[in-house]
C-alpha cells in the first residue's frame, strides 16, 4: 500500500509538540464509523535502554474472526523517548509494516490513545492522518484526564474528560475486570469506537486483533532473542 507522506519525521520536541496541535485541529471524530469488515490492528513494543521496535500489524475478517493477514519488523528507533511524543518514536515503523499489507482495513484499532491526549493526537489519531483510515485508540492504562468509575458489568462505561472536554470512554470489556481507555483515533465517533472495541472483545480485557497484534509482536521478540 502506498501511503503518501504527511510530515517530516526529524523534528525537535518543541517543534513536534506544535505539529501535534497543527495536526489535531484535522482530526474528524464526527464521523460515523461504518461497516467494518477488514479490521486491523497494530501493536509496538521496545525495551528501554534498547533502540530496536518491534512492530506488528493484524487484519482479521470480522465475520469470522480468522486471521488474513499479517505484517511485522524489527526497526531502529527514529526518535527519542519522550513523553507526550510516542507516535513520534512509534508510528514510523507501524506505517512501515501497514505499507506493506496487501489488504486495505476497514479500521485500524491501536494500543495506545487517539485523542484522548494532552494535545489530543495520541498514536491512533496521528496514524489515522497518515493513512487518511478510521482508526480508533484502545489503550490498557490511563495518559490524562479523569473519569468515574464504570460499573461492574461488562459494557459499562463512563466519559472521560480532560480539561472540561469528553476525550474518550473508560469501558468495562468483562464483568469486574479493569476498564480500558477507549478514544477516537481518526474518522470515527466516540459511539463508533465503543462499538467496534465492543464487537471484537470475547472473553479478555482486550479486544481480539489487539490482542492479535500483542501476541505477534512477543512473537518478534521472541526471534530476536528477548
Not at 499479517?70 to 501497514?98: D, H, Q
Not at 505499507?99 to 485500524?108: S, T
Not at 489515522?128 to 479523569?146: I, M, Q, R
Request: with cysteine.
Amino acid at each position: 500500500m502506498a501511503i503518501p507522506p504527511l510530515h517530516r519525521w526529524d523534528l525537535s520536541p518543541d517543534e513536534a509538540r506544535s505539529l501535534q496541535r497543527e495536526l489535531a485541529d484535522r482530526v474528524d471524530t464526527g464521523s460515523p464509523l461504518g461497516p467494518c469488515r477488514l479490521i486491523a490492528a497494530a501493536d509496538v513494543s521496545y525495551t528501554r535502554g534498547d533502540d530496536r521496535l518491534f512492530a506488528a500489524v493484524v487484519v482479521i475478517d470480522a465475520e469470522t474472526s480468522e486471521l488474513v493477514e499479517r505484517v511485522g519488523l524489527v526497526e531502529r528507533a527514529r526518535y527519542p523517548y519522550v513523553p507526550g511524543l510516542l507516535s513520534f518514536r512509534e508510528a514510523p515503523p507501524v506505517l512501515e509494516a501497514f505499507g506493506r499489507l496487501k489488504h486495505r482495513p476497514d479500521v485500524l484499532l491501536c494500543d495506545g490513545q487517539g485523542i484522548a491526549h494532552p494535545r489530543r493526537l495520541g498514536i491512533a489519531s496521528h496514524v489515522g492522518l497518515w493513512l487518511d483510515l478510521p482508526t480508533v485508540g484502545c489503550a490498557k492504562s490511563l495518559l490524562c484526564g479523569s473519569y468515574d468509575e464504570p460499573g461492574p458489568g461488562r459494557g459499562d462505561r463512563s466519559p472521560l474528560i480532560h480539561r472540561g472536554e469528553v476525550v474518550g470512554t473508560v469501558l468495562r470489556t468483562r464483568d469486574r475486570i479493569s476498564p480500558v481507555f477507549v478514544s477516537p483515533g481518526h474518522r470515527c465517533d466516540a459511539e463508533g469506537a465503543v462499538r467496534i472495541v465492543m464487537e471484537t472483545t470475547g472473553n479478555y480485557r482486550l479486544c481480539t486483533p489487539v490482542r492479535m497484534a500483542h501476541a505477534f509482536v512477543n512473537e518478534l521478540r521472541r526471534g530476536a532473542g528477548e
